[in-house]
């Protein structure tokens, strides 16, 4: 690993500090050194606050050092006023000399301008330092840009046999079944806080009235996307509760609208994905985990619009009842907590 390399990877480091807070910004992590030593560092840590080089510029003390200073950044510098003034602008005043790029961004208010300008200052600017690795780090923010779609994670749990649930009758009292441990279930709701959004079907909501926020982890709820073709949710169930964003895609428009709960109309006799990420891409969502139920798991999977699948497996067996979703398990990494496995799945289409 050579000096540009190894500070890059600093960087990447801070940056996932930010994981779940700078939606609908990228996370973005920068190290400012001199003479191989590092006098300033900083990561974006919400949208609408300061960005990663504003940060890692504050914290310099000696502020005479960064007209001979390298600022390396994982990704390039904004050129454009939003919430915050252009980044690179903020470089050049401060004549930082040398500037290091792990990737270029995406989103066409950028893509490669920043970088134009820093070269036009005079300032010497590489590109391309541990690149796949810049990019797999804003994976979401990247998909969001490049394909006008969230980045898509399927999640489910499945028995030993292969169920997500027992036949009915084999459960009368109708609450839900656990089929995975109390630490696999942390971790979804890590995973939750780290998301933008999640979603799942009418049945999974009528079966379950599950809540779709985060409890037994510390982080933002993500936004509540639930489908409801014919209204069948009933209206005191908790993704109706207003305490999250919610919204709610359906048939016919017949609910009123809350502050936090909103109601889009799409065509269910037309292919519903394309619709919905359409929606989601209107609100900004870069990321969406799909938690059920088989047919709508199933659908994505059939349309192969998808970008990883995390599959928990218990202990447990059913022997009859909702069988798991059908889906191609190779390349994947598996791991163990404690009495369940839990398999990942990239989908490299």
Request: charged share 25%; aromatic share 8%.
């Amino acid at each position: 690993m050579n000096i540009q390399e190894k500070y890059i990877k600093r960087c990447i480091e801070l940056a996932k500090n930010g994981l779940g807070t700078t939606y609908p910004n990228p996370m973005v992590g920068s190290v400012i050194v001199y003479e191989d030593r590092i006098i300033g560092e900083g990561w974006h840590k919400k949208a609408g606050e300061p960005h990663a080089e504003v940060n890692a510029i504050r914290s310099v003390k000696d502020k005479s050092l960064l007209k001979k200073a390298t600022i390396y950044v994982s990704l390039e510098p904004c050129s454009h006023f939003g919430k915050t003034p252009p980044c690179c602008d903020l470089i050049i005043e401060h004549k930082i000399p040398n500037v290091v790029v792990g990737t270029v961004d995406p989103n066409e208010k950028v893509a490669g301008r920043g970088i134009k300008k820093i070269i036009e200052s005079g300032a010497t600017v590489v590109v391309g330092v541990l690149e796949d690795e810049c990019n797999e780090l804003n994976k979401r923010f990247f998909t969001f840009h490049q394909k006008q779609r969230p980045y898509i994670i399927l999640k489910w749990a499945e028995s030993q046999d292969g169920f997500l649930a027992p036949e009915k009758e084999n459960n009368p009292s109708r609450k839900p079944v656990w089929i995975t441990n109390a630490y696999s279930r942390q971790l979804v709701h890590k995973w939750r806080s780290e998301e933008q959004a999640i979603l799942v079907g009418t049945q999974t909501v009528v079966d379950d009235n599950p809540k779709l926020n985060v409890r037994d982890w510390s982080g933002n709820n993500p936004t509540r996307v639930v489908l409801d073709q014919h209204n069948r949710i009933e209206k005191d169930s908790f993704i109706f509760d207003d305490s999250v964003k919610t919204i709610v895609l359906t048939g016919s428009k017949i609910a009123s609208e809350k502050e936090n709960t909103t109601f889009e109309v799409i065509d269910f006799n037309q292919n519903i994905i394309p619709q919905l990420l359409t929606i989601l891409y209107q609100n900004q969502i870069q990321s969406i985990i799909i938690e059920g139920g088989l047919q709508t798991l199933q659908t994505f999977i059939d349309q192969n619009i998808w970008d990883e699948a995390c599959i928990f497996i218990g202990k447990s067996t059913f022997e009859k009842g909702i069988k798991a979703p059908t889906i191609t398990r190779n390349k994947t990494a598996t791991t163990h907590l404690i009495t369940d496995e839990l398999i990942h799945i990239r989908n490299h289409d």
